[in-house]
Structures are given as C-alpha cells and as structure tokens.
C-alpha cells in the first residue's frame, strides 16, 4: 500500500516536471564553424570568413576598392555626404546610466574624454560604414592618474581588417595576409550594419545598391559624349568625277580633314566639298537616362530625390525631407548603440566598477521653435495659466528664479461704517444669496471649461491672432452652450424668487 503511493506520488511529479526539452539551451547551435554553415563550409575559429556580398567578391575580388570607385561618383559623394554632413552637424549629449554618484562620474569622466577625443571627427569616419558595411577604429588610451583616458579614436582602413570564423576581429600584416593576427580585446571599435542576418560580420553597405546604377550611368555618359562628338558637328562629304588622278583624291581627303579648323578651301575643277548634317536616330535620350540613374542613387543614399534635385513642390519636398531626416536619425541611433556597447562599456568598467554605462546619444529632432513657444505660452497665460518653473527650465535651460512681487500699497484704514438704522438686519448676519452664488460657481466651471476647451486648442495652435479668428469662425457653429444657458437661466429663476421673498419680507 506505502509504496503504491509511492509511485504514484513519483509518477505525479514526473508528469508535473517539466522535461528535458523544454530546458534551456545555453550554447550556439547554428554556429558558422566546423562546417555546421551550409553557406561557407568547415571554417577554424581563427579562420577567415569572407564577405557574403556577391558584387564585392564577384565584380572586385573582395576588395573595396570596387566601392571607392563608387564613392567617386559626383552624384553618390554629393548625397552621401548630405547625409553624414547632416549627422555631425547634431550635437551629442551623454546621459548617466543611473541615479547614483557612481553613475553620474561616469557620465561627466565619459563627456570630458570625447571632448578631448574628437567624437565628431570619429564619428564622420565610422559613418562611412553605412557606405561600405562596416569601419573599425583603434582606441588609443593614456594614464591620467588612476584613470584610464581615452586620448584618441583613429578610423582605420576597414581592407587591413577581416573577421575570423568565432566573429573575432583580425589584422592583415605581412607576416599574416590572409588569416589575419589575432588583436587585443576592447582594443578596436568594429561598426557593421546593412546585413539581413549577424553570420555576415562585414555588413552590407549602401555600395551594394549603388554599384549598377553607376555603372550604367558611367557607360551612358561614355555614348553620350561619343553622340555629342558624332551629331555635334556635321560630317565633311568630298565627291569627285570617275578618273581623277589619285594625287587629287588625296588632296581632297587632306581638304575634308582640315575643313573644321580651316576658314576657306580651294579644290580642281569638277571636285566639290559639302558638309553633311547628320540626323540623329530616335530613342537615344542619354540625358533622360542619366537622369535617372542620377534620381536612383539619391533614393538609395537619401531615401528620396527632392533634397537632393530642385523638382517638385514646396510640401512635397518638405515631406520627403522627414524621410531624410529619418534615415540621419536611424545613422545616429546605429552609431551610437555600437560605441555604447563598446568602447563606453570598457571605459566604465576600467574606471567606475559596478556603476552603470552612461549612454551616448546625438540630438537629430530640430530645435523648438522659442520664439513661436514663447508667443504661444504667453497667449495661454492670457486666458488663466502659466507654464511651472521646471517647464521653463526644460524648454528654455539654464537657472531661473521668480520675480519678487513689489510690496503691495498699504491700503488706508477703512472708514467706520455708519450705524444701521433700526430697521436694517445686523451687521454680522450672512447674505442670504453667498450660498446660491457659491453654487453656481461650482457647476458653471466645468461646463464654462468643456465650452472653452475647444477655443484655448485654436488659441494654441495658431501661427497667430489671424489664424486664430479664422479659427474661431470656424468653431463657432459647433460651440455648444446649451447646458450652461441652462444654468444659468435656473440661477436667474432662483434670484428672481429669492429677490420676491425678500421684497415680500
């Protein structure tokens, strides 16, 4: 009997227990080594993995020289560096990870270094890996007292670089030009981006999509000047008669070459000379062409053409430049995630152990518009409130403090009121109306609020007093007053009998 319970007490837990499977695993199964990646085949960790972008092994061997021909492009350079132009112009802010002491000197050692470091110039060369995939930059650190400082990032060139088989990053020496020398670790900051999966440690740049458009730009360039040249110019023509001795052939054929620079010919009797207009044959539009591909690689770089090209309207152009604005933003929030992961995480662990990372972030939302907010709060102020003084100081910075008031006057001592007459009621007797004006006080507001919501929304958002009169005729067929004339004529009914009653009494 005992040891039935038993087992069925065990075989109860059993089913209870969740099994083996439903663990956890805590390793990497689909790793890139030993031939577990169908797409690369058996790797060593310390071997090298090769970028997985088929225009650069394909068209350039896996060099990014392929790519900074790209660059070359007067159209690919201008927009490109719209938007990194763009990006350095934001300033940067470091905010403390926490609210401790710890946390906060973290944050001010970390702004005092970048300072010093140059984080704008960094950060103009680690962008272009939007361009090409992925940058690396050397941490160059000094002893300042106890601390570790960073003196300097210095961007590399990313072709002295490759990634192992384990995502480690390698240096190409002489010693080692394939394979790479190992490096030290929190030594180099590596950005990649672009890449649909994280088993491409090179990324994929914006080069990738900007190669063919290029490149079919620069072949129609090069028929479009030979179309220039051919149809430029009309063709010299030289005829002469069956017979003609082949000294005067050649003294034509010298005529037709020197017939552009020359101003006049002289030829034999019965040879003439003619310039012949070429026509040109339809559907060569090399300009309509370039065009295009001019429009393409400004979609690819600026996310659309209007920046970039003076065509199409004023909203228009202000809408497509939010999409620009939105790719800067996306640049920033990239770039500075990976120096956060990297080298702030390092700094603050060698410097302040245990306190929280401070986060490095740059400011791509454009600034409020003061003078319009100023004009706006002051509008709001007329109607019956006032911005808090923390709201001032977060809007507008820097120390505030409120105005001391001036002292009001004294006012002069009250006269001594007369004495009633007999009939009158006594001075400290209430006025038997305070209460139904109390009332009403108290169910008007909310109504008189709901009535005026409406019109302190207009009053907000008008350019100015204009803009808010348009406003209001507009709002005024849907103001709806009818619960507050209610109210307001049961006040007067009430007044009007209280007024009775004391007239009667």
Not at 227 to 244: C, D, L, N, Q, Y
Not at 297 to 322: F, P, R
């Amino acid at each position: 009997m005992f040891n039935g319970i038993k087992r069925l007490l065990r075989t109860t837990a059993d089913f209870l227990a969740p099994s083996r499977a439903e663990q956890p695993v805590y390793g990497e199964i689909a790793t890139t080594l030993d031939g577990r990646d169908i797409t690369r085949g058996w790797i060593a960790a310390d071997g090298r993995l090769d970028p997985q972008d088929p225009i650069l092994m394909a068209q350039g061997g896996g060099r990014y020289d392929l790519y900074r021909a790209v660059m070359s492009d007067w159209q690919v350079r201008s927009t490109f560096q719209q938007r990194q132009l763009a990006l350095t112009a934001c300033d940067w802010t470091v905010e403390a990870g926490g609210d401790r002491r710890a946390d906060k000197n973290a944050a001010a050692f970390l702004e005092e270094m970048l300072d010093q470091a140059g984080f704008d110039d960094a950060t103009q060369g680690m962008h272009f890996g939007v361009f090409y995939g992925f940058s690396v930059a050397e941490c160059l650190y000094a002893r300042d007292g106890g601390t570790v400082a960073l003196d300097a990032i210095k961007v590399r060139d990313r072709s002295r670089f490759v990634f192992a088989g384990n995502g480690a990053l390698r240096l190409l020496t002489q010693k080692d030009a394939f394979n790479g020398e190992a490096l030290p670790a929190r030594k180099f900051w590596a950005f990649q981006t672009g890449a649909d999966h994280d088993d491409d440690p090179y990324g994929m740049g914006i080069a990738h999509w900007l190669y063919w458009p290029v490149q079919f730009k620069r072949g129609n360039i090069k028929f479009w000047l030979i179309a220039a040249e051919k149809f430029g110019s009309p063709t010299a023509v030289g005829w002469f008669p069956p017979g003609t001795p082949v000294e005067d052939r050649n003294r034509l054929l010298a005529a037709m070459k020197a017939i552009r620079t020359d101003s006049g010919l002289i030829l034999p009797d019965g040879i003439r000379a003619e310039l012949l207009e070429a026509k040109r044959a339809a559907g060569l539009d090399y300009e309509r062409l370039a065009v295009y591909m001019d429009q393409a690689i400004a979609k690819v770089t600026l996310g659309q053409v209007m920046t970039s090209e003076a065509v199409g309207g004023q909203y228009k152009a202000d809408v497509q430049n939010e999409v620009r604005r939105e790719l800067i933003k996306a640049d920033a929030d990239l770039l500075c995630e990976s120096f956060n992961r990297g080298p702030v995480r390092w700094l603050t662990d060698w410097n302040f152990p245990g306190a929280a990372p401070p986060r490095v972030f740059r400011q791509t939302d454009p600034a409020d518009d003061l003078n319009g907010r100023a004009e706006r709060e002051r509008k709001i102020f007329d109607l019956g409130y006032r911005p808090t003084l923390k709201d001032v100081q977060e809007v507008y910075g820097g120390e505030w403090e409120i105005v001391p008031s001036a002292a009001p006057p004294v006012p002069d001592p009250p006269a001594p009121a007369p004495s009633p007459p007999a009939f009158a009621a006594p001075p400290d007797a209430t006025d038997p109306t305070a209460p139904l004006v109390e009332r009403l006080g108290r169910e008007a507001d909310p109504l008189l609020d709901a009535l005026l919501e409406p019109v302190r929304a207009a009053l907000e958002s008008s350019a100015d007093l204009m803009a808010f009169r348009d406003s209001l005729l507009t709002l005024y067929p849907d103001l709806d007053g009818k619960a507050f004339a209610e109210l307001m004529g049961q006040a007067l009914a009430v007044a009007d009998a209280a007024g009775y009653w004391e007239a009667r009494a």
